[in-house]
């Protein structure tokens, strides 16, 4: 049976929640156990850890999305690494153990990664040559050559995001024969960012020193969860950033970021028109904005167009409604 993207998102959700609950859970019996018990309580912790929660992950995420089998042993990993933080030092032998004996797969594994870096890098090369757009061809160039499934799409995507949010200082080489169209200037949104982020640095200081009161190693795992969220917000800034609204010669690609873009042949545009904030898009219409409630632009095409998304499904639209800076010269521009 094969379950709509809608679907499969949910069961990431919910293997994600029960992994939070068995830690959650974990961590306060074994804080609040008397000592006399505090051994079988981690041993239940560990049992939850290394074999409830990948059998759930299974069932729930790689089963549906039909991966290799082999890709369970990244995930009982990772429990193998939370659990030895976490139990006490007496139990942590069992892990040990464990380790050892899926030590000799997981490095298969992970020759046989290292060795597709060559051919991911050989596809970057021929997509920049076409276009450069690094946000779309790291992303393409890893899922033609891991393949087009829903997971190797999701680390595809959470690597280009890192990309941004780790090295959002390196500018990109401005293509030639274009010209540029920024999107975030007229609506203020880099004072918004700024709000977000100095919020999101208080959050996560106060929140450790809550955790810390109760248990340092939840503490330190919910921190660097809270640490990655906030590269993420830096590499969807970032990408707004470098990557504007570009017109090419016999095209134009319209983008916010990396959460979506569109090539459009220039003969394919019927008709732009600008908008207000008060436009509300009919059903068919693509609204593509950096803030859903901030559009100054609608675009009408002849022929159906596919916009890529980032985090969900393509889909094809005749209409798109956007955010751009200085409207009125890309309409001049265009003259359609």
């Not at 594994?109 to 920049?128: D, F, G, N, P, V």
Request: hydrophobic residues 55%.
């Amino acid at each position: 049976m094969t379950l709509s993207p809608a679907a499969i998102h949910k069961n990431i959700w919910f293997a994600l929640l029960t992994a939070f609950c068995i830690l959650a859970i974990g961590l306060f019996l074994m804080h609040k156990a008397a000592p006399l018990h505090q051994d079988a309580v981690a041993g239940g912790f560990l049992f939850d850890m290394v074999i409830t929660f990948p059998v759930t992950w299974y069932f729930l995420v790689l089963r549906p999305l039909r991966l290799r089998k082999w890709s369970i042993l990244l995930v009982i990993t990772c429990c193998c690494t939370v659990a030895y933080l976490i139990l006490p030092t007496h139990q942590r032998h069992y892990i040990l153990q464990l380790r050892e004996l899926i030590a000799l797969p997981e490095l298969a594994w992970l020759i046989y990664t290292l060795s597709k870096i060559r051919h991911i890098r050989a596809e970057y090369r021929r997509l920049e040559a076409t276009l450069p757009d690094i946000a779309y061809n790291l992303h393409k160039s890893i899922s033609i050559i891991m393949g087009d499934t829903t997971a190797i799409k999701i680390i595809a995507s959470e690597l280009t995001i890192l990309r941004f949010g780790l090295f959002f200082w390196k500018k990109q080489q401005p293509i030639a024969a274009s010209r540029r169209f920024s999107i975030h200037r007229e609506i203020a949104y880099a004072s918004l960012f700024g709000v977000i982020i100095f919020a999101c640095a208080i959050e996560l200081i106060a929140f450790h020193l809550f955790l810390n009161h109760y248990s340092h190693i939840a503490a330190i795992i919910i921190t660097i969860l809270s640490i990655y969220g906030i590269l993420f917000l830096i590499g969807d800034f970032t990408a707004i950033i470098q990557n504007p609204v570009l017109i090419l010669k016999n095209q134009i690609l319209l983008r916010t970021g990396l959460r979506w873009r569109a090539l459009v042949d220039v003969s394919n545009i019927t008709s732009i028109q600008k908008v207000t904030d008060s436009f509300e898009a009919v059903h068919a219409c693509f609204n593509g904005g950096l803030m859903k409630n901030r559009v100054n632009i609608l675009f009408n095409f002849s022929e159906p167009l596919q916009i890529e998304r980032l985090y969900r499904k393509n889909i094809t639209t005749n209409q798109i409604v956007m955010t751009v800076d200085e409207a009125d010269e890309l309409i001049a521009a265009l003259a359609v």
